[in-house]
């Protein structure tokens, strides 16, 4: 497996070791060794976009497969699968049609499938991403992500844009990926239907930014983030263009698109905080003539903080500044003094967590709320509804997916932040491991957001 023909590569040093730890599925086959010229009976174990043999791996986008029968006379035959690239090809004999089977679901996952303009129809949305019509199954639709091959000429990026198919396998990103599809000019990932709009959309397209759901949008790319630094690794691509929001789910779900992680790179998990803000500031100190604002103003934040620790202060024309913790979040962020960890509990999260207004209809126990994420399944009723009923239902999900977002009820009357309060709470979020993700039955996300009200 070590000559010049041969797609293994070494797993040490690479984003593979990283993140495809997890076996999807593990086999006993035999193998083709070129080098040696000879058959090997090899246990393989398929991750997310790679197949592994002992401490080399194949990095499955950048292949394509076929199956073949060889069957003698007077024989049941043999499966022989064929994982080819430019590069080269393996061998694969698998012992029986079921083994075969098991690992054709994940290489037609995994590797690279021709004749896209064969099979799909490509359908562009307004404000969305665009979908993929199945020509043999009309009414199966796929959320689609296109690369212009033009663009990835450059080995470098095309190893980046290889690197984002992993990270969407592994951390199962939203829409989750059913395939690879390429045509002469263009690559095409296939994931699950869904209305993916990103926030410079939604802000261009004048969606009005109420502070639950904007402050719940960014406590959750702060989730994600962390889950990228667990792994050591880092997004390096977080803007609003690259943030995408599922405008069609009873829950506020984000996706972080397009990373752009490369092995061996002087960008680490700092930049995305510090790119963090800037969004935030972006959003915050967006005007209404349309323009998303691109240099970063700390004069500007700090004098607003200056300004509103005056008693009787007045607010300022920015529609989407709802608080002092607000800037305070903003100053610390863009001037790297805040790592994720501290940001994931800071005062302005907390502010939200002390307004949260809950009736429940029955006799409970009170839950002590450690994150904007409510910690029961409650029954609530609000005017803020238009007297709808409205539920939370609990969900757990594995380990290794990103937890949706789940927009609570607030009262966002501007208050001054309790200290006790927030270093109680400070306290116990620090011996919390996890963040439980709840559910709000709801509309849509811009009809939601436009029935909320404030005081």
Known sequence: MQDSKSLFQKVEGTLAEKL???????????????????????????????????????????????????????????????????????????????????????????????????????????????????????????????????????????????????????FQLMPNVFRLCEDASRYYILGENMKLQSLESLLLNGFDFKEVPFVSIIYMILQTIQKYQAKAIYHGNINLSNIYVNTDSQTLQITLLFPKYMENNAKNIEKDIYSLGKLIYQITFHSQKGEIVKDVNLNLIQSLMNQWSEPNSQRTKYRFLYRVSQLDLLNQLLSSKMTVEMALIHQWFVNIRQNLKIESKQSMPKAFLSTIMEEQELPINSSQFLDKQVTITQEYEPEEELYPIRCQLVNTILMIPSKKKHDDARSYLYRSKTFASFTIKRDSLPEITKQWTFK
């Open 20 to 170: 495809c730890v997890k076996e999807l599925l593990k086999e006993q086959v035999i193998i083709y060794v070129q080098k040696s010229k000879e058959f090997i009976q090899k246990e393989i174990v398929i991750s997310f976009n790679t197949l592994i043999i002992e401490n080399q791996f194949i990095e499955l986008s950048k292949c394509q497969f076929e199956q073949k029968l060889s069957k003698p006379k007077y024989s049941e035959g043999i499966n022989i699968i064929i994982i080819k690239s430019t590069a080269g090809k393996e061998f694969l004999i698998t012992s029986n049609s079921q083994q075969c089977l098991r690992l054709k679901i994940y290489l037609k996952k995994f590797c690279v499938h021709k004749n896209y303009s064969g099979r799909y129809r490509f359908i562009e949305q307004q404000n969305c991403l665009p979908l993929s019509q199945s020509y043999k199954k009309n009414n199966q639709y796929f959320s689609t992500i296109k690369f212009e091959k033009k663009q990835l000429e450059d080995n470098r990026e095309l190893q980046i844009f290889h690197n984002q198919l992993t990270i969407m396998h592994a």
